[in-house]
C-alpha cells in the first residue's frame, strides 16, 4: 500500500480490504433462496430460486469520499456499498459487521438490514 500522503483518500487502504473481504459467493440469513456473486471484477450477481439477474456494478466507499451523485448523508466514520443495478437505481447501504464469513448491511433507503453467511 502506498503511504497515506499519497493517497486520495486517508481511509482508502481500509476501503480495499473490506472490499476483498465481501468477494465471494453469499446466501441470505433471512431468505436462503436468495444468493448474490460478488466478484473482484465490480460485477454483483444477484439469483433468486437460482434464477440469476442480470450482473450489476458494485463499489465500497467510505462515507467521507461518496461516489459522486450520491445525494444520501453519510456518516465519514462509516463504509458503505453502492450497487449499481442494471434494471434500477443504485442501491447503497451502510455496512455493518463484517467477518471471514457473514456480514450484514443497512440499506439507507429504508434502514432494512440485510446479512449474509459465505457459501464459498
Not at 497515506?4 to 441470505?28: F, H, K, M, Y
Not at 437460482?50 to 461516489?67: I, N
Request: zero cysteines.
Amino acid at each position: 500500500m502506498a503511504p497515506e500522503t499519497e493517497a486520495a483518500n486517508p481511509n482508502e487502504g481500509d476501503i480495499d480490504a473490506i472490499a476483498q473481504q465481501l468477494v465471494g459467493v453469499w446466501r441470505s440469513v433471512y431468505d436462503e433462496r436468495e444468493v448474490i456473486t460478488i466478484n473482484s471484477d465490480g460485477s454483483w450477481v444477484s439469483s433468486y430460486d437460482d434464477s440469476a439477474s442480470p450482473a450489476d456494478r458494485w463499489l465500497v466507499f467510505a462515507g467521507d469520499a461518496p461516489p459522486p451523485g450520491l445525494l444520501q448523508n453519510f456518516d465519514p466514520a462509516e463504509s458503505y456499498i453502492q450497487v449499481v443495478r442494471m434494471d434500477g437505481p443504485p442501491l447503497v447501504s451502510e455496512i455493518g459487521d463484517i467477518g471471514p464469513n457473514d456480514f450484514e448491511t443497512f440499506y439507507l433507503g429504508n434502514g432494512r438490514r440485510n446479512a449474509y453467511t459465505r457459501v464459498h
